[in-house]
């Protein structure tokens, strides 16, 4: 049960493009920064692949009954709360929006003991503060061999920084040594951030 108020407005408000999840996930962090940006120190990006970037998710809008969606990544939002709570912020899943984190883990993540080797996550948490600032993208790795775009992109420019335009797969690789933030095997991840039993 939620006591804590969302730091997001409702689902159909959120700035949301399909198929652009990283970028989803920065504008929700951009939010935050600019409506509550004392919750800011709060909030992660949680990116989810593996090395073979193949990883089953439950409950995502675009599937088909209870069989899981296989992405290459995805990317959510986690709010890990002073009172303790956390919540899921997923605008992708058809589970509440936010979700608290341990019915998410237990519904959309599942675990990995039953997962074969290839497909088993790792997750890349970072903080927001940390990723308004050093994430970048152009967009490229959605654009086909004759570059037109696999889905139409967001409306807004292209998120880049000082320093890059693109390196967007330094948050998707789940090497310890890349990147920003930390990298969590699922089991890993759930004793951090689940509630223990």
């Known amino acids: 049960m939620q006591e804590t108020a969302p730091v997001l407005p409702g689902r159909s408000h959120c700035c949301y493009t399909s198929c652009y999840c990283e970028e989803n996930v920065w504008k929700l962090c951009d939010y935050i920064r600019e409506q509550t940006p004392h919750l800011l120190e709060e909030i992660y990006a949680v990116y989810l692949s593996n090395e073979n970037r193949m990883i089953p998710i439950w409950k995502q809008k675009c599937g088909k009954g209870e069989e899981p969606v296989i992405w290459d990544y995805h990317v959510i939002l986690l709010h890990d709360c002073r009172n303790g709570q956390r919540f899921i912020y997923d605008l992708d899943t058809e589970l509440p929006f936010p979700c608290p984190c341990d019915f998410y883990i237990k519904e959309a993540l599942r675990s990995d003991h039953n997962v074969h080797k290839d497909f088993r996550r790792k997750l890349r948490v970072i ?71």
């Open 127 to 197: 903080k927001a503060e940390e990723y308004l600032r050093t994430f970048a993208s152009n967009r490229s790795h959605m654009k086909d061999g004759n570059n037109e775009w696999k889905k139409p992109p967001p409306p807004y420019p292209c998120i880049k920084t000082p320093e890059s335009s693109m390196n967007l797969d330094d948050f998707i690789s789940m090497a310890p040594g890349v990147g920003f933030g930390t990298v969590y095997t699922l089991e890993a991840f759930t004793k951090r951030f689940g509630t223990p039993v």
